[in-house]
């Protein structure tokens, strides 16, 4: 009689990721941010535990050496952590959850479900440390991303797999526009970064500028501003792990991130605490070498696409900052938010001028630019005499194309302004830019 030994091949699995030794090391100074401590032999980008007094374990992330001792930073406050407290590593990498079961729920910047949902469920837990697709892999962006934004679709046309930045200072529209494109634009799925955001306009964006239909095609991450610098940074990190994977099954994804400032601002935070010197505003090297890796990991892959919009907080409206700098020689296009539009109750207030899709011309039909540059040229032949127009200094007939720009510039005036509730199609973004040169010809 023949008998059957069990399958043992389980057990053995699990016998294979077990570490034998459990080498551990102990505090022996916090300074700032950090936690310095001795006897642990790990790498940088390790996760730890380390014991407090409360009998609860702060996870911590390995970020740098100083005379044999290990520098970490905590994943949360460092309440209870005291002098020869135990620390031990626990994992090689900090890891994001990542499943089709991750849409309609909202995560805090360490993956963990924060909507009251009950556990994720049906998730495989990744590494965070990706890297960006070939650049030899990448598809060509050869197909426009409808956002049903009129502005963007008609004069600003974004393609699907590319990376556009939304730049503006405090309070001139950047998340209500982002609302809008997470609602209606035209992907399989938007996973949406909320970066240091004010912990009161997480549940704001959630219900009014995202809405519950944006919600149910969205996957949220939030750390907001009262989190350590580290959540901050690896909520950014989490979100893109999440949209790669559903890039690579194929999908079309919106990422937004608002903002990139704020990561860079966590960054620093983390860069000065460790003794790196300050480059440029205060901003150390660090903060200008991860900006790259982060951004790189969107576009389109060997499947499917992320696009990405990234929101950059001008500070002071200086559209020259370092960051601003930094992140628009990274990018495909920008999208200027104005103040002085804002004033003027004109929603979304994109300066139209100053902003550019730098992979519009092979998106696009030769009559869809031609539409487009007539719109953008009259607008900016009105700009050029607006002060005269407005103190009454224009006679009319001085100049054909000025005469052209008045006439038209109501229909591009109302072209340009759209309520947060309104979805244009984009054959109906066509077609009122070929009503506005239809309206030139009226000119005598």
């Not at 642990?40 to 702060?58: K, M, S, V, W």
Request: net charge negative; charged share 20%.
């Amino acid at each position: 009689m023949e008998t059957r030994l069990p399958d043992l091949s389980r057990f053995r699995s699990n016998l294979t990721q077990l570490n034998p030794l459990a080498i551990s090391g102990r505090v022996v100074q916090v300074v700032g941010l950090t936690v310095e401590t001795m006897g642990l032999n790990c790498q940088i980008g390790e996760i730890c535990e380390i014991q407090t007094n409360n009998r609860n374990a702060l996870m911590a992330e390995v970020i740098g050496f100083r005379n044999n001792h290990s520098l970490l930073m905590p994943l949360g406050t460092m309440e209870g952590v005291q002098p020869d407290s135990t620390v031990r590593s626990v994992s090689r990498a900090f890891k994001a959850p990542v499943g089709a079961s991750l849409v309609g729920r909202v995560l805090n910047g360490l993956g963990e479900p924060i909507d009251g949902k009950g556990p994720l469920e049906n998730v495989e837990w990744v590494s965070t440390n990706q890297t960006p697709p070939h650049p030899l892999q990448r598809s060509a962006i050869d197909e426009p991303l409808i956002t049903g934004v009129r502005v963007l679709d008609g004069m600003l046309t974004c393609g699907k797999g590319q990376r556009m930045g939304i730049f503006a200072g405090s309070g001139v529209g950047k998340s209500t526009l982002l609302g809008s494109i997470a609602r209606n634009s035209q992907s399989d799925i938007s996973v949406i970064a909320l970066i240091g955001e004010r912990g009161r306009e997480v549940r704001e964006f959630l219900e009014r500028d995202l809405g519950p239909e944006g919600l149910a095609r969205s996957v949220i991450v939030v750390s907001t501003s009262d989190q350590p610098a580290l959540v901050r940074l690896k909520a950014a990190l989490v979100a893109m792990t999440i949209a790669e994977h559903f890039r690579d099954t194929g999908l079309d994804v919106m990422f937004m991130m608002d903002s990139v400032t704020r990561y860079a601002m966590a960054q620093r935070e983390i860069g000065l605490s460790i003794g790196e010197p300050p480059a440029s505003k205060g901003y150390t090297p660090s903060v200008f070498a991860i900006l790259p890796r982060l951004l790189e990991r969107a576009g389109r892959g060997e499947r499917g696409s992320i696009t990405g919009f990234f929101t950059v907080l001008v500070e002071g409206d200086d559209f020259n900052e370092p960051i601003c700098d930094a992140v628009r020689g990274i990018l495909d296009g920008h999208v200027i938010l104005s103040r002085a539009l804002a004033a003027r109750n004109h929603y979304p207030a994109i300066d139209v001028l100053n902003s550019v899709s730098r992979v519009m011309p092979a998106i696009t039909t030769r009559d869809h630019l031609q539409l487009a540059s007539f719109a953008r040229k009259n607008l900016a032949v009105f700009e050029k005499v607006r002060d005269l127009v407005n103190i009454g200094a224009y006679v009319k007939g001085s100049d054909p194309e000025v005469d052209v720009a008045l006439q038209v510039m109501p229909m591009i005036t109302s072209f340009l302004q759209q309520d947060r509730s309104d979805v244009t199609a984009f054959e109906s973004t066509l077609q009122y830019l070929s009503e506005i040169v239809n309206q030139s010809a009226s000119v005598n």
